[in-house]
């Protein structure tokens, strides 16, 4: 199931399944080389993810996204991933050995004819820095906007210097973390942020690009300013 799973996510990020598609299962699964059952799995999961729409008695389609909705994630992904910032526990050296591999992969894939699984390298890492906080409600919930996300993150990757620019803003994240400076990692996420919008469509450019409240340095700070 799982690469299934991949093979279709990949498919529905890089494009090659148009938003409004019907999945011809048959033809899906004849293409995977895998049968209906593990297919349905696979299709089940990105429904419930929100990439494809499941319609009764008609089967799943690639789902639409408004501008205006990747300008809705994007805006609560950046709430909740400072939320988990503030709280991260600092990562150990094998942790950080394992986000430099994974960079490591990712620049593999910027001069790469097919340089699509940077998509899906991509959120790992940001996911693996997420997971350092402790609060897992909130991480879930980003793992669930990080997957809605994809399609307007390949839009973006679709560039050269887009893929360039992201590895190395990475590395920078590395050393923010390997400094323990959280405040700094803050700002580091902001920059990459801003580094995302410059390469996606205008309307959702535009609205991920208003100004934003400075985020607090640390966790009791956050607290301080909700009470």
């Given at each position: 199931?799982?690469?299934?799973?991949?093979?279709?996510?990949?498919?529905?990020?890089?494009?090659?399944?148009?938003?409004?598609?019907?999945?011809?299962?048959?033809?899906?699964?004849?293409?995977?080389?895998?049968?209906?059952?593990?297919?349905?799995?696979?299709?089940?999961?990105?429904?419930?993810?929100?990439?494809?729409?499941?319609?009764?008695?008609?089967?799943?389609?690639?789902?639409?996204?408004?501008?205006?909705?990747?300008?809705?994630?994007?805006?609560?992904?950046?709430?909740?991933?400072?939320?988990?910032?503030?709280?991260?526990?600092?990562?150990?050296?094998?942790?950080?050995?394992?986000?430099?591999?994974?960079?490591?992969?990712?620049?593999?894939?910027?001069?790469?004819?097919?340089?699509?699984?940077?998509?899906?390298?991509?959120?790992?890492?940001?996911?693996?820095?997420?997971?350092l906080s402790p609060s897992r409600l909130i991480l879930e919930e980003v793992k669930r906007?990080?997957?809605?996300?994809?399609?307007?993150?390949?839009?973006?990757?679709?560039?050269?210097?887009?893929?360039?620019?992201?590895?190395?803003?990475?590395e920078l994240l590395i050393d923010c973390l390997t400094q323990r400076d959280r405040s700094?990692?803050?700002?580091?996420?902001?920059i990459h942020r801003a580094s995302t919008s410059s390469g996606l469509p205008p309307g959702?450019?535009?609205?991920?690009?208003?100004?934003?409240?400075?985020?607090?340095?640390?966790?009791?700070?956050?607290?301080?300013?909700?009470?």
């Open positions: 199931m799982e690469r299934a799973l991949q093979h279709l996510r990949a498919k529905v990020v890089s494009g090659a399944l148009s938003p409004g598609e019907q999945i011809r299962q048959q033809e899906m699964a004849e293409e995977l080389g895998v049968s209906r059952v593990p297919l349905r799995e696979a299709l089940n999961v990105l429904a419930d993810q929100g990439l494809l729409l499941h319609r009764p008695n008609s089967g799943y389609f690639v789902a639409k996204r408004a501008p205006n909705e990747l300008a809705q994630i994007r805006r609560i992904l950046q709430l909740l991933e400072n939320e988990l910032l503030t709280s991260l526990e600092w990562p150990d050296g094998q942790c950080l050995e394992e986000l430099r591999a994974l960079n490591a992969q990712m620049r593999e894939c910027v001069t790469a004819e097919d340089w699509t699984p940077l998509v899906r390298l991509n959120r790992e890492f940001h996911l693996q820095v997420f997971s906007l990080w997957a809605l996300a994809d399609t307007f993150i390949a839009t973006k990757m679709a560039d050269a210097g887009a893929r360039r620019r992201t590895v190395e803003e990475h700094r990692c803050l700002e580091m996420m902001e959702v450019a535009a609205l991920s690009a208003r100004p934003r409240a400075e985020a607090p340095a640390s966790s009791d700070e956050w607290a301080a300013t909700t009470r």
